[in-house]
């Protein structure tokens, strides 16, 4: 027999991951990866080599749940294919739609062999096994493996912590989950019915995966959570650590350059997290910190427990620890009730605030959320001119905020080749892309890079001098 005979048989399987929604997805489907690679299974960005595709789905907004459906339609057709070639193709559907939707999933698609929720990923492996050994049953026996239990075990205790294959892939910059889970409960928002109540990791934990990271070559750091200044982990002597003290201890990994977080609730800005701000240069200056609507009334009805006016002081106090900070938010057009003025006092707030950046979203009804059983919904005209009406605003805002750039020498982490040759790209310490002339030897760290103009979406820069080698 030649080696070729032998290849097919042992060649790896092939997993296929989609991912849509925020970027504690991103984390998740990469966590899945690893908790499939022992078993056989390796990423592949070809959907027609897959021998399992995985799903990974957001509900947040009614287009996002959408989207499942009709891409599991598009895949029918890819299975058939494989099918009818011999080969097959397991499906999963995961993440949010999952948890939210799961029995639904399995029956209004019956192609689908796994439904589970964001709670589960660690189960992975025993649910592709127990699907598998459907495999040979008449279509009509077969039932799709579903679970979206909300487990007392720690998922992050099961799941293989980021790796150094993922890490390289991803190259100099990586997520790392800390908290997970919200409990605030605004009205619009079906987070803490998907991803349950706010569950944060331990210290040492996070300590351990971030050190993991940094040894294979990561520079920055982003901690995601639903509500991650929210995070409340122990450590060994068993008291709680905040976001801010937790922010303090990555400080010290050696061959960390630069930290960040999102997404962050105004009431959960605390001072310890504040004085991080003013203390720590390795935290970056750019702070995602929704607000959602300037309408008093309006963020009383989101349950926001906040007012604009505790919004601006806080951003004040933020900028008097850090007077570099620059924001960026969400907003909300068209809750239930909002009015003309409302509105008005949303663009006020914006003005006020001066955000670098902003995403906006039309007011989108989630079954199951109080927001979902109020009067007053808004006509999709009067969403759209808003929607309209906003982004000219914060464009405008974006647009005034790189030109401010200009000038200035800031640190630019160096991460890849730029669009042209003979240039490098990467990301300022507010996240814009920065393209400038230089070797490819820069690429890798960071570097002073003065800001000479500006293009659409990006910052064009002139190399200074060399700050880490
Ligand atoms: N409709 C529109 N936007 C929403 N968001 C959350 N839920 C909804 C909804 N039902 C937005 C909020 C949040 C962001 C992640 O998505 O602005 O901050
Ligand atoms: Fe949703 Fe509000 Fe929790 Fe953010 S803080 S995840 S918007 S419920």
Known sequence: MTKTDIAPQNAPKRVFIKTYGCQMNVYDSDRMADALAPHGYMPTQELGEADLVLLNTCHIREKASEKVFSELGRLKEVQGERRAAGADMMIGVAGCVAQAEGEEIARRAPMVDMVFGPQAYHRLPDMLARAQAQRHLHPSLKKAVVDTDFPEEDKFAHLP??????????????????????????????????????????????????????????????????????????????????????????????????????????????????????????????????????????????????????????????????????????????????????????????????????????????PGTPGANLTGQIAEEVKTERLYRLQELVNQQTTDFHASCVGKTMPVLIERVGRMPGQVGGRSPYLQAVHLEGSTDLIGAIHEVEIVGTSTNSLVGRLKQAVAA
């Open 161 to 366: 912590a980021a790796k150094k294959e993922v890490t390289i892939k991803r190259g100099l910059t990586a997520f790392l989950t800390v908290q997970e889970g919200c409990d605030k409960f605004c009205s619009f928002c079906v987070v803490p019915y998907t991803r349950g109540a706010e569950v944060s990791r331990p210290v040492a934990q996070v300590l351990a995966e971030a050190r993991g990271l940094v040894e294979a070559g990561v520079k920055e750091i982003t901690l995601l959570g639903q509500n991650v200044n929210a995070y409340h982990g122990v450590d060994a002597a068993g008291r709680s650590v905040g976001l801010g003290e937790l922010a303090y201890l990555l400080a010290e990994i050696t061959g960390l350059e630069r930290l960040r977080y999102t997404t962050s609730h105004p009431r959960d800005m605390d001072d310890a997290l504040i004085a991080a701000h003013r203390d720590l240069p390795l935290l970056m200056p750019y702070l995602h910190l929704p607000v959602q609507s300037g309408s008093d009334r309006i963020l009383k009805a989101m349950n926001r427990k906040h007012t604009a006016a505790e919004y601006l002081a806080l951003i004040e106090r933020i900028k008097t620890a850090r007077p570099d900070m620059a924001l960026s938010g969400d907003f909300i057009v068209g809750f239930p009730g909002e009015t003309d003025q409302d509105f008005e006092d949303t663009l006020s707030i914006i003005r006020q605030t001066g955000y670098a950046s902003a995403y906006s979203f039309k007011y989108s009804t989630r």
